[in-house]
């Protein structure tokens, strides 16, 4: 019998190209672990002389880049640039337990401290954490940086699985129960569960709500299926939101979004996927390792990063130690095959499926109804976007801000964004929030330490992106 020719591609190359990929990632996995500490730091020391060698500028700069891949987590990236932070535990409905960050003291704090009156919650991507707000190698480039200084609560959540919230209250990380999650429990349990924490600890009643990439989505799905978090989420602002991603150009990519979520289960497992990824940044020098991930994002979305200098990248690309569940990879290729946001299908057999999809589809997140104010800032050289899918999906009452020339990954990191992203989101934030420090004095006072020329270049400009 002729298989069909999806079938026959993917049966041909999927099981020599997974294959392979699980045999090197439980390789380098294996070797790494076992090898002592002393041997990582001979490696490391080797590297860096022969990387030195070649790239002498690169090694030799004492910069805050080199800082920030040095930092341990979270609280030291924010103490360099003199923010401290407090950290939380949110038990969700489920039992696991997630790891939020609130930064709550500004450098330029004064004795009498006004508590804050607006919360603002931010939520990271696919594969990402709350370090991906504050790896940025300058602090005028840095949205919740930016918000502390003008007096708001600013709370950076985590999502089940990654490195601050990998704990449950009866499932070890080791288990496959542990890893059995999608977009679903992230809009069933860690969102509202999240907002619910944050607005108990500060007795207020509502938030607002940053999201970039899957941060942004996490939101659209909770709020569609839990009527009671529109009244708790003042404003939704999606930075570069993805809700139906257009497909990759890949073929092989292409093949595996068409398979069934059993076939790609048996090639990558029930656990996490992209768990070798800190191997590799033990491995390499930063500076290589950024020369591998923008390899890697090029050939699988057409990306350049252009719009990200190369010493942000280094600080950036080094916090990129997220690691996904692979059914919340097979979740997304479900939304990239059927281009609409819908829940995960389990790909339970039915007499009906033979038959086609038109006689069975999952169940749509009914995105239409939420109330909150949606703002959408997105790069409209974003490959991942498809702006006009989103709002088809989306209600009739949402803004769509386009960053001409950006990149999915610009619009956190970029080099211009306290310029054409960053006064965008506060222009937005002040339509909807109530302000409790005068935005140009604070900035004034925030500028003091600056040299002069700076100062009224950063007053200047935001003095227009208000008039705006």
């Known amino acids: 019998m002729q298989l069909p020719f999806g079938l026959q591609q993917l049966l041909e190359w999927s099981p020599p190209t997974f294959g392979l990929y699980s045999m090197l990632e439980s390789f380098l996995r294996s070797v790494t672990s076992c090898l002592p500490l002393p041997i990582f730091a001979l490696y490391e020391g080797v590297i860096r002389r022969i990387y030195a060698v070649i790239v002498p500028s690169a090694t030799r700069e004492q910069t805050i880049t080199q800082q920030i891949v040095n930092a341990a987590g979270f609280v030291d990236m924010c103490a360099l640039y003199g923010y401290s932070v407090e950290e939380h535990i949110v038990k969700t409905t489920d039992g696991y337990l997630l790891g939020v960050h609130r930064i709550y003291r500004s450098k330029c704090e004064i004795t009498h401290e006004v508590p804050p009156q607006e919360i603002v919650y931010f939520q990271h991507g696919l594969l990402g954490n709350s370090e991906n707000f504050v790896c940025v190698t300058d602090p005028k480039r840095c949205l919740p940086f930016l918000l502390v200084e003008q007096g708001y609560d600013v709370w950076l959540g985590n999502n089940r699985g990654n490195k601050y919230s990998r704990r449950h209250v009866s499932l070890q990380s080791t288990e496959n129960a542990f890893w059995n999650f999608s977009v679903d429990e992230f809009a069933l349990y860690d969102i509202p569960n999240t907002v619910d924490y944050i607005l108990s600890m500060t007795g207020q009643k509502a938030l607002a709500y940053v999201g970039f990439s899957q941060g942004s989505a996490q939101a659209f799905a909770a709020l569609s299926i839990r009527p009671q978090l529109n ?185 211009e964004v306290h310029y054409l992203v960053i006064p965008r989101v506060l222009s937005v934030l002040d339509k909807y929030l109530y302000v409790p420090v005068n935005r140009l004095a604070d900035l004034e006072s925030h500028a003091r330490s600056e040299s002069c020329n700076e100062k009224s270049k950063t007053l200047g400009r935001f003095r227009h992106s208000c008039v705006k």
């Open 231 to 415: 009244d708790q989420v003042k404003v939704i602002v999606g930075l570069s939101p993805a809700m139906a991603p257009r497909k990759l150009r890949l073929g092989i990519i292409d093949e595996l979004i068409k398979s069934s979520p059993s076939v790609l289960y048996f090639f990558l497992g029930r656990k996490a996927i992209l768990s070798s990824t800190i191997n590799w940044q033990r491995i390499l020098h930063p500076s290589l390792f950024v020369r591998m991930v923008d390899t890697l994002l090029n050939f699988l979305f057409g990306w350049h990063g252009k719009e990200i200098s190369f010493q942000q990248k280094v600080a950036a690309y080094s916090r990129l130690g997220g690691i996904a569940s692979v059914k919340t990879i097979v979740h997304w290729f479900q939304i990239m095959r059927h281009s609409r946001f819908q829940m995960f299908d389990d790909g339970i057999s039915s007499p009906l499926r033979r038959y086609g999809d038109a006689f069975y589809k999952s169940t749509q997140f009914p995105t239409r109804n939420i109330r909150s104010p949606i703002c959408l800032i997105y790069g409209t050289s974003d490959s991942l976007l498809d702006i006009d899918s989103m709002l088809r999906e989306l209600p009739s009452h949402v803004l769509a801000i386009p960053v001409k020339d950006y990149e999915h990954l610009d619009i956190i990191w970029g080099k």
